[in-house]
């Protein structure tokens, strides 16, 4: 037989069920009403409604057309070709460069760069071009800008 404290329990339990329940069913009523609100508000649904019953057929549209622009009319490119100068080779310089003499360097006449780091102020001479020979040994020059002085 049970207890007087048992049956209070279930009946705690039993009412604890009842109001989850109610609370549940509450939120829910809360949200379709505020779907319900937001569809009313926005008219989608009619809209929606209406589409379904009558298909606008949908307009083709052309782009509109563009004059032409510049000043020179189409033409046929032109240039000169100059065919590689050991066959089986592409364009460009082959890696890596090697400089063949130290002594074919040429330096700016009389004229010199100076750098200051500070704690100590060195001049060094100029390079004016560097003549070295690729892999496929095709010469490379690099010409190098006359450096200018900076005002002191």
Not at 32 to 42: K, P, S, W
Not at 63 to 84: D, F, H, I, V
């Amino acid at each position: 037989m049970a207890t007087n404290a048992d049956r209070r329990r279930a009946i705690g339990a039993a009412n604890e069920k009842a109001r989850r329940g109610l609370g549940q069913a509450n939120e829910a009523s809360r949200r379709a009403l505020g779907d319900a609100m937001v569809e009313r508000r926005t008219g989608q649904s009619q809209v929606d409604d209406i589409n379904a019953v009558v298909r606008p057929a949908t307009q083709r549209r052309t782009l509109p057309r563009t004059t032409s622009r510049g000043s020179l009319p189409a033409q046929k490119g032109r240039g000169n070709y100059k065919a590689p100068a050991a066959a089986g080779t592409a364009g460009g310089i082959a890696s890596p460069l090697i400089e063949q003499s130290y002594a074919a360097r040429e330096y700016w006449p009389e004229q010199t760069v100076t750098s200051v780091d500070g704690l100590l102020s060195f001049r060094i001479k100029a390079i004016k071009s560097i003549t070295q020979a690729d892999a496929n040994s095709a010469e490379v020059v690099q010409q190098f800008a006359q450096p200018v002085e900076p005002a002191p």
